[in-house]
């Protein structure tokens, strides 16, 4: 754990001796009555977290000073085909990690649809998915997370900004050209990868349609949540939110 993150609930009481968060203070971090460590609280800001007192019970009771605000999330949404249920979790903790905004699991025509009847999005797995990768980049907000049952739904209710964002659909199979078409300078980015076998061509049409360049990432196949991530960072250099 890169930060010990409170949810505004917790605040006044003190964290049980199971809870992940005591363990990884007294036994990896050796901390001890009187020692500090970085802290945050979900969805308000960052700071310092001093412990109090560890109580008969093994809890330890804590005081926070919260007094830096989040990092800024990165203006870039994601969607993306349905993956395996079991890569669900390490791409929203990846993509949470990363910065991005907003992640929107979509279904598609060559995407397995039993994918899309994993408990993880109704079990709070995903939301600690998210959270874990927030722990991971110092930050205590996470992206928004969305559910669309097809592409075109997708396009029709999350519309994409009228040429104001940098629009790329990572396509290995037909693509348009390479990364390096896409223009420069825009503030603003929306990604579309699609799932593992791919996109159809009726959705290759589509996205063409609505302004999408089909871009290739290089000849190689990449597991979906490999995919993600290199088109988020060869993204975000492009609209130049990395510094």
């Not at 825009?186 to 990604?191: H, T």
Request: with cysteine; charged share 30%.
């Amino acid at each position: 754990m890169n930060l010990i993150l409170f949810e505004a609930h917790e605040l006044g009481k003190p964290l049980p001796r199971r809870d992940e968060r005591v363990i990884h203070l007294v036994k990896v971090l050796r901390k001890k009555e009187g020692d500090g460590f970085d802290a945050g609280v979900f969805g308000v800001g960052l700071g310092n977290g001093k412990i109090e007192r560890t109580n008969a019970d093994g809890s330890l009771s804590f005081s926070l000073g919260i007094n830096i605000p989040p990092p800024p999330r990165l203006p870039v949404r994601v969607a993306v085909g349905f993956p395996r249920p079991i890569q669900i979790r390490r791409l929203l903790r990846d993509l949470s990690s990363l910065g991005v905004e907003a992640v929107d699991l979509v279904g598609t025509d060559l995407g397995e649809k039993s994918y899309r009847d994993t408990r993880l999005l109704d079990d709070g797995g995903a939301r600690a998915a998210l959270i874990e990768g927030a722990v991971q980049s110092r930050d205590v907000t996470v992206p928004e997370l969305n559910v669309f049952a097809t592409l075109d739904r997708w396009l029709r209710e999350r519309p994409c900004e009228d040429g104001k964002a940098l629009l790329v659909a990572a396509d290995n199979v037909r693509p348009m050209g390479g990364m390096s078409l896409a223009a420069s300078g825009k503030g603003r980015a929306v990604l579309a990868i699609g799932p593992e076998r791919g996109w159809s061509d009726r959705e290759r049409e589509l996205l063409e349609s609505t302004g999408f360049l089909r871009l290739s990432m290089g000849s190689r196949a990449l597991r979906t949540e490999t995919a993600c991530v290199a088109a988020v960072v060869l993204t975000l250099e492009k609209i130049g939110a990395l510094w």
